[in-house]
Every structure is written in C-alpha cells, then in structure tokens.
C-alpha cells in the first residue's frame, strides 16, 4: 500500500476538481450552443458565442473557486482521497478470473433471457392469430 502525503493528497484533489469543473464549463457551453440552435439566439444576440464561451469559463471558475472554500465540502473530499487510500486494487490474475466468469454470467443471462424472450413472442402470436 502506498503512503500518499496530505500535500500530494491536495494535490490530487485540486486536479480532479480543476478536470471536473473544465467539463462543466463544456457541457455548459454545449448546452448553450444547442439552445442557440432551436432558438436561433446567435442571430438576436451579438456575439453570442464568445457570450456563452465567457459563460461556461466562469461557470466552471466559479464552481471550483465555491468548493474549494466550502470547508465541509473541502473536507468531504479530503476523507474521499483517504479512503481511496485505502483501496486493495485485484493483482492481474484476480481481474483475469473475474472479468471471465462476469462474460460466462453475462452470457448465460443473455440465453435465459433470450429463451424468455422468444418465449413471449411466440406466446403472443398465438393471442394475435
């Protein structure tokens, strides 16, 4: 297990907010985009894009500068970082094993439920007939 100090804990946490919060400002100004498109905004709105880029940028600004104030939310993804810590991750032929009996299970239900599947329809085109 790897000992991580609180330092470089912070600074995984800033990290992983700062990419969450970039994504937030693209989802917004995704959003905004699509508006303007069904509403036809970028020809009543002069500048409309550099408008609603300037959006998602203070969007996500602002977002990350709030969490990183809010000491319960601070703290929150401080015991988050420490649990994480704690993980025991599967060596590679634990994974192997695993990921082989989930695709045998996934299989067998796929038949189970196919098998019910043809089933029910042909349940049912004896009720139509």
């Not at 996500?60 to 015991?79: A, V």
């Amino acid at each position: 297990m790897s000992m991580t100090s609180s330092k470089e804990g912070k600074k995984w946490i800033q990290a992983s907010l700062a990419l969450t919060c970039i994504f937030l400002g693209y989802v917004v100004v995704s959003f905004l985009e699509k508006m303007a498109e069904w509403f036809l905004l970028e020809a009543k709105i002069p500048y409309f894009y550099g408008i609603s880029q300037g959006i998602g940028v203070l969007a996500g600004l602002i977002t990350y500068i709030m969490i990183l104030r809010n000491p319960i939310s601070s703290t929150f993804l401080d015991d988050v970082f420490e649990e994480t810590l704690k993980v025991v991750w599967p060596d590679r032929n634990q994974t192997w094993k695993y990921t082989v009996l989930i695709m045998i299970g996934v299989t067998i239900m796929g038949f189970i439920f196919g098998f019910f599947d043809f089933g029910a329809v042909y349940l049912l085109s004896l009720i139509n007939k």
